[in-house]
């Protein structure tokens, strides 16, 4: 597997998908293609309910492994992917607030929707012309005041009136020319532009990528006095080490768990045989649609763009569903030749039902995967009618229809009666004035951002989790205002301008309280009173945290011609929370085009080296939002109870976590700017690093480690025309190297996520996230020590046992046009990277997957290894010998979670991540109608894996929690979608 990679690697011209397996944070900046700040774009991380909005001035804050896709939308802008990559993102916890590398969407990737028009307005209105009706130096000036942003407009033909300015005014609108005054004419102040009008929607269905096999040929039950026996669902048995199927019939009668009968052997029955159901016709095709609405117009003055975006998506979990509406609003105006004043409003709406949080999607999957061959979870009916029939999980005594009474659950009945949903509203506004006249510029800007969300989740009564019931709302607000003032000069130092210096002083006061308003209700009499004002005991819990930051930056730029660039920022800040602050956090940049040494040529045309150094802080949010770590006080074969009970508050013990960022590179273009050439080499140390750890009083947030990142990354992309035929195709590689340099306190390990059997952890001198769990004990010459049984024996001390980050990751893409059409292919590479697999272990141990099918009737089998004296092994065993009952059973003996080593498995993959088609058509004009351009697109998503993971897709986490990577244990299945679309502007 590993030669094929490498060789199909370098056969397809790869592009990377710089991922890890550690936790990342991306941060950043987002803007248009005028440098505008855009607010309100949602950026979330695929397959995940994980996400999160830019804030008024445009900047994000987002959490994901490395490797990971970021999904970004806005109105008026074509949705695209991103992949999280080493030098886009910084360690979890790493302190980088800066927005000095935020993702990098490439121009190829996030278009403006309306630039792919040919009529694309300026950048920026032309605010005058200045007349010729001068005398005299005394005499006023003329200027035309034109605010149109649309080509081809004569402002004189919508002139109305003439205005005179004078005295101070007039010289700080229109600068020294203005100093004896100045006649304006204004163009006309209503509608002066015609309007523009983009509607765009899509429409995606969604298939279950991949599942583990599972098996179809031997029914619920055990052996009995040696004999393979079938037990019924009211007798409690979890196990399918049963009959074979074909050897049981229905007996016909009146059986409250099959509308069939009970089973019974061939020829004591109704002659009606058996059956193996398949649990996954539980799962239904997906479905998502996006709508959006966007105008754009010149009204009074004022350039105006609205948009209003409509989603919906419906899961391949029954009635698992997500509405989301968003609105936007930007105004910018002209007020003077050097006074330009913007503003922008974005809200959003999000209600979701069923959201893969706080385990419940787990606990959803292993109830269907768990499910005996021959029972039926819809009770015979389709699945439709199980969902709006209760019958279907509920018998006549109002006790669940499960396959195993009183130890599992129905999925039918978690889907309709678990509470979970969440409610998301969030306002950005935004207020910005910028003044530019001749050296200076001022700019002043104002925010406001808040934020509500509402979740609810728990277990009804009567179920096995907790039969008395548990429910759970939780109510969060953020409030956050803020300021900032940067005056800036820039000027030439000599006559032949060759000396270009930027200075500029930054400002920003913010001012962020958050309030959460946690109720747990316990023990509830019934479903009908499932309700958290009925829960016998209530547990409030109120935080009001408080931060108020202040942030002084000052800045030099020094370029010399276009050769030699540095860049010199230190930062200081200071907050209510910490008030000790920090000085000095310098940024150095030097970079140096080299191509500019040489004469035009057609071979080089563009080379530059550059090196950056930074260090910055960051303090620990007021509200840990984090909750992987809530796990790793449950065993794992005890999952199914876990609930986020914790919560983690900001304590003014805690130092803010400090980031060193050192990176050396080089980009180069060459043969007339076709092929592109960029690489890189970084290390990155985060000292103090928060980490959470379980005390005696719960979970806190404490400085407990060291963790560095090293390593390089490069690039290669290449694009031509021939005719009427353009294509590009880009390669990449990244590899990284994630080591926990030191933990604090004298540690030797901290789970940060998983179980307390099995988990990922930080380790000194070991690999980020390595996993720990049991395995096999060996002897000093590491030979696996054999049990008087056969057996191999456990050790009872926990071992490292895979390392989750992968060796390197890469991707190719390639994308052709031809007149109006275009096709676009992209593969993701990943070599190496464990997972433990532990939804194959809990499924061997019941006796229901494929594996066990296979090789139960295994005998006489030797494990290789040597017995406690070291003689070799040779003491043949039956996997599933029905003689030795259970405890002998190959995978029985060793629990519901195994062995933590044996489930360990690759996570490599080659994927074919999109395949897209497009086709804009010819625009469509008639003197008396507007011009009109469509562009529809088909496209599919993740339409093939090849992988030797046998669990759900690899790329998955463990209960969504994007910082629990390498852990499988019934995880929210990868998805298959097929699209299309179709954009109008007019």
Known sequence: MKHFLFTLFF?????????????????????????????????????????????????????????????????????????????????????????????????????????????????????????????????????????????????????????????????????????????VADTRPYIQAPVQLIFSSSFTLD???????????????????????????????????????????????????DPNGALTTRGNGNGNRAKAYNPYQFFRNGMTTNHTLTLKTTLWKTDLKTGFTYHTQQGVVPNAHTNESQWNLNLKRLIMPALRAEFSLFYTSINQTLPNQNGNWAHILSSVMQTAPTFDNAGGLSRREALRNEDAYLLSDNQFRTYSAGNTDNPYALVNLLPDNQNIRNLFTNLSLNYDQNNFQVLLKGSLEHKNQNRVFGIVPAMTTYPEGRLTTREYKLSNYQFTAKPSFDTYLNSSSTIYLETSVSYTFAHQQEQLNRKDGFRFASTESFDIRNADSLAIRKFTPLRQKHEIAESIRLKYRDLVLLNLTNQHYFSSTY?????????????????????????????????????????????????QYNSTQYAASNFAPYQETQEIVYTRQLQPEKTTKKELGLDMNIIQNRLHVSASYFQNLTQQALVPIFSENGFLLQNLADIENKGYEWSVSYQHHTGAVRFMSRVSFSKVKPVVTKLYNNGTRIPIAGFSDVSTNLVAGQPYGVLMGSRWKTNENGQTIIGTDGYPVVDDQPQIIGNPNPRWTASTEHTIWWKGWSCNILFDFRQGGDIWNGTQASLNYLGVSKVTEQQRPTQNYI??????????????????????????????????????????????????????????????????????????????????????????????????????????????????????SVQITI
């Open 207 to 257: 298939q279950i990528n991949q599942l583990p096999d599972l098996q179809s040929q031997y029914a619920q039950g055990r052996p009995v006095n040696g004999i393979e026996t079938w037990q019924g669902s009211e007798t409690g048995e979890i196990f399918s080490w049963g009959p074979k199927i074909n050897n049981l019939e229905f007996d016909g009668q009146p059986y409250a768990y």
């Open 11 to 183: 056969l397809t011209s790869l592009i990377p998908a710089f991922t890890q397996a550690q936790d990342r944070v991306i941060s950043g900046r987002l803007k248009d293609a005028n440098g505008e700040p855009l607010p309100g774009v949602s950026i979330s991380v695929k397959g995940t309910t994980q996400g999160t909005t830019t804030n008024a001035e445009g900047y994000y804050r987002i959490t994901a492994p490395l490797g990971a896709t970021l999904v970004i939308s806005f109105i008026g802008f074509t949705t695209r992917e991103v992949q999280v990559t080493e030098k886009n993102s910084t360690a979890l916890g790493s302190g980088d607030s800066s927005e000095s590398e935020p993702v990098q969407i490439p121009s190829s990737q996030m278009v403006q929707n309306e630039a792919q028009q040919s009529t694309q307005p300026p950048t920026q209105p032309t605010p005058e012309k200045t007349g010729v009706a001068t005398l005299t130096d005394d005499s006023p000036r003329y200027t035309i005041q034109s605010y149109t942003t649309f080509p081809n407009q004569n402002p004189l033909t919508n002139t109305y009136t003439l205005r005179y300015v004078k005295g101070w005014l007039a010289r700080l609108q229109y600068g020294s020319k203005a100093r004896n005054g100045i006649f």
């Open 579 to 627: 008030t000790k602050g920090k000085f000095w956090l310098p940024t150095i940049g030097l970079g140096f085009t080299f191509s500019e040494l040489f004469s035009y040529s057609s071979f080089l045309n563009f080379a530059k080296v550059y090196a950056n150094y930074s260090q910055n802080i960051q303090e620990a949010p007021l509200i840990y939002n984090q909750w």
């Open 863 to 980: 494990f290789e290894g040597v017995q406690e004296n070291g003689k070799p092994n040779g003491i043949m065993v039956d996997f599933a010998n029905s003689a030795h009952g259970l405890q002998d059973n190959r995978w029985v003996r060793y629990g519901q979670s195994g062995v933590g080593a044996e489930s360990i498995q690759k996570s490599s993959w080659i994927r074919l991540q999109e395949v897209k088609l497009s086709y804009k058509f010819p625009s469509y004009r008639q003197h008396f109608l507007p011009r009109c351009d469509i562009q529809v697109s088909v496209s599919g998503r993740n339409l093939w894996l090849s992988t030797p993971y046998k669990g759900v897709d690899p790329a998955g986490t463990l209960f969504g929690y994007n910082t629990a990577t390498g852990l499988d244990l019934f995880n929210a299945p990868s998805l298959r979608s097929y699209g299309a």
